[in-house]
């Protein structure tokens, strides 16, 4: 065993310092590169092995190394998969470091690596960044979720050879792989097939009208549905699928991988791809599941109201005794809770919180619904009423650099109109339990004195930023444009006022 009881450090921490200690060793005391490389990985095994056994110890799953995939935890004995919703690098850096690998090259969403194949076991996963494992940050509990298996969060981690045994000749991996538009002398064909009507169906292409194949379902999104739908002239997505309920890849074999659309392209052939001109077609899921996409042509468009956000932008240093619903719901940073921990008189220090009002507009031809069905909201008790989305808006500020330095967490939204255009009736309230969402010509504000309406800047340096204020950021709900979702502004900050101006819209 690499560790007891006893040991001041974690029995993973104190494991993971003597697999690398033995790494290290072993690429000087054996003769050839190939033993060094064959004692690594049997190391790598025992310890994962050893690691497999205790409560919050992940895996990568579905990858085509042992170094990226989607994630799994294990808890009460069996693995889950973690959802993408509030996913990133601070939670993606977690995961590397807990493995033991040298660092995150890249995270990944939408089931990258293929859809998640058992339960959710965590959602809404909020990481400070100093956790040493991933079970250690915030979530919504074990196996709380609303997430679709398509919704899978993975990461792609440096490899150990990066680190420890230096390689003599590259070696091409399948996150190198380059990806390319259709060069502008090919066509790239576009069809659905195997739906119930013209509007659905699994995505079907034809490069120069040579044979006709399916397309790779690996991180497909809204965003390259969208485009589907627009270069068929059916609209906009409403769903985006990996599935195998339109037809799976015995079918139509896919003939392309790697899609990434930025989602207001013209084409498919204008977004980026693996190159089909040299028949890479690279699938880390199942590959029974292809790209599929349902199409429509109302939609929703919401646009935020960035005049709103510089008009109410202010300070307010906040007791911590009027902050303990926020706190509950991990809208303050974390030093915030060590004072808790450590201070008995915690509750008589203040927050310097930079506060204001977010108001989204629906500028679309079809009411705004969250995709959770209503059986699945939740109550809270500090607000009194039923949440139905989990991540409607995201609150960032970050350096000149681009580098964030403060973050706005807010753990679940409430969608009622709360301000239509003259003679439109308000059609949504979060009130006893009535239906959400937001109408046509309708907005939804979110008022400066709510809780979680701020961004905590206790710890920020006084300087210039950048604030950007995000609706629908993960682009779970179909909508016309992405475009115009979120505010992004100058901040410039003092110890004694904050001042937000020269807002712009642009993209999440």
């Known amino acids: 065993m ?72 294990l808890h009460n004995g069996k693995w889950g998969a973690i959802c993408d919703d509030e996913w990133d690098s601070a939670e993606g850096h977690i995961v590397c470091r807990q493995l033991g690998f040298p660092g995150l090259r890249r995270y990944t969403r939408s089931g990258y690596f293929g859809p998640a194949r058992r339960r959710f076991w965590m959602d809404n996963l909020f990481c400070e960044g100093h956790e040493q494992e991933l079970a250690e940050c915030h979530f919504e509990g074990w196996g709380e979720n609303d997430c679709e298996p398509g919704e899978a969060a993975g990461v792609v981690c440096y490899p150990p050879e990066s680190a420890l045994i230096p390689l003599p000749t590259p070696i091409i991996r399948d996150e190198d ?12 064909y576009v069809r659905l097939r195997g739906g119930r009507s013209r509007n659905e169906g699994r995505v079907e292409v034809s490069l120069d009208g040579g044979r006709w194949g399916s397309v790779c379902a690996d991180g497909w999104s809204l965003l390259e549905a969208n485009v589907i739908c ?21 079918d139509s074999r ?10 207001n392209e013209t084409e498919l052939a204008d977004c980026l791809h693996h190159d089909v001109r040299q028949g890479i077609v690279s699938c880390h899921g199942n590959r029974q599941h292809v790209a599929a996409v349902i199409c429509d042509f109302e939609s929703p468009d919401l646009v935020m109201d960035y005049l709103e956000i510089e008009q109410t932008a202010h300070l307010e240093d906040r007791p911590m005794l009027l902050m303990q619903c926020a706190m509950e719901e991990n809208c303050v940073a974390s030093e915030a809770y060590q004072i808790q921990r450590d201070d008995p008189h915690w509750r008589y220090r203040s ?86 969402g937001i109408s046509i010509n309708c907005s939804d504000v979110y008022l400066y004195n709510l809780d979680c309406q701020w961004v905590d800047i206790t710890d920020l340096r006084p300087g210039s930023y950048i604030l950007k204020i995000a609706i629908n950021p993960e682009f779970k709900v179909a909508e016309m444009n992405y475009d115009n979702n979120a505010a992004i502004c100058d901040l410039i900050y003092t110890e004694n006022f904050a001042r937000v101006q020269n807002c712009q819209l642009g993209r999440p």
């Open 230 to 250: 627009r270069q068929l002239g059916l609209g906009y997505a409403s769903e985006a699928f990996q599935t195998d309920f339109f037809g799976d890849s015995n």
């Open 2 to 73: 690499c560790a007891t009881k006893d040991l001041k450090m974690g029995p993973r921490l104190f494991c993971l310092t003597v697999l690398t200690m033995h790494l290290a060793t072993a690429v000087v005391q054996h003769r050839s590169l190939e033993d060094a490389r064959l004692e690594r990985q049997r190391l790598v095994h025992k310890y994962t092995k050893l690691l497999n056994k205790e409560e919050g110890a992940i895996r990568l799953v579905g990858g085509d190394n042992e170094y990226e995939g989607n994630i799994e935890v």
């Open 254 to 263: 896919p003939v392309l991988s790697g899609s990434e659309c930025f989602g």
């Open 177 to 188: 792989l380059p990806k390319y538009p259709i060069h502008s002398r090919s066509r790239l």
């Open 351 to 436: 927050r310097r919180l930079l506060k204001f009002t977010a108001a989204a507009i629906n500028a679309g031809n079809a009411d705004f619904r969250p995709f959770k069905e209503k059986s699945q909201w939740e109550w809270h008790m500090c607000h009194m009423h039923f949440h139905s989305m989990e991540v409607f808006a995201t609150f960032d500020i970050f350096d000149l650099g681009g580098r964030k330095v403060a973050q706005g967490h807010k753990a679940s939204f409430c969608l009622e109109d709360s301000s239509c255009l003259p003679g439109v009736p308000k059609k949504y309230s979060c009130a006893n339990y009535g239906d959400q």
